[in-house]
């Protein structure tokens, strides 16, 4: 099913008038899909119980979810050696899959990779043991779209080679795979728009990647945001303590 901002208005409602149970913990567990894309579509959860004219309070259920407890579910899942991947926590319908759809709320994480970092992983090392398949490629690449991260091959073959090798294998070709994800590939190989926010996210995506931040080697090696950074910030140096990140020159 291909969910859009109707069919889910549509589904919480008709939950709603059936008696259904709509708290955050109950969806997780019977209805882990109209969760997710709640949450996606309308940004959170509870933003999508009040476009569908839902009294969010009536539905609230205890205990809450806090910071501590989701670190907490990871830590223990990290040492049992699971996968933390978020299409493989949130299939298995366990709590660890519950606290990953808890940290999706603004007042915890607002993304999983912000709850995997917080418990001291490097998300980018998580992604590597993803297990593919049709629907986790086209999971990402969505995802891609929604972060402002560029789409087209080259990109992508840099960035994340196991999604476009994963896009290749079970779609044919990787424009067949962001046809599949409802993406024009035509807007795709167009340059990158860059915004204030697309310029910090990337930067601090660098810095997590262990990229070297100085003004020189921005410049050399990723000349596309390093223009945006001084078009939108003045400087690159600017723009990097903009996105709250410390840097030191190497000596």
Known sequence: MVWTKPRILASLKKLHRGGGDLSYNALARRRQALLSAAAYHFGSYRAAIEQAGIDYAQHLRRPRWTRQRIISLIKQARRRGRDLHWSAVTRRGDELS??????????????????????????????????????????????????????????????????????????????????????????????????????????????RRGVHLSDSAMRGQYPALYGAAVRMFGTFPAARTAAGVEWRARR
Request: aromatic share 10%; glycine share 4%; with cysteine.
């Open 98 to 207: 519950r606290a990953a759809y808890a940290s999706l709320q603004p007042r915890l994480f607002g993304r999983w990779d912000r709850a995997l970092h917080a418990a001291g992983l490097d998300a980018d090392d998580v992604s590597c043991y993803r297990t593919w398949d049709p629907n986790t490629v086209l999971f990402e690449l969505r995802a891609r779209r929604r972060d402002g991260e560029a789409l087209n091959s080259a990109a992508l073959q840099r960035e994340d080679p196991p999604l476009h090798a994963a896009a290749v294998r079970y779609f044919g070709a990787y424009e067949s795979a962001l046809r599949a994800a409802h993406l024009d590939p035509k807007l795709v190989r167009q340059r990158r728009r860059w915004t204030r926010e697309a310029v910090l996210g990337a930067i601090r995506k660098a810095k």
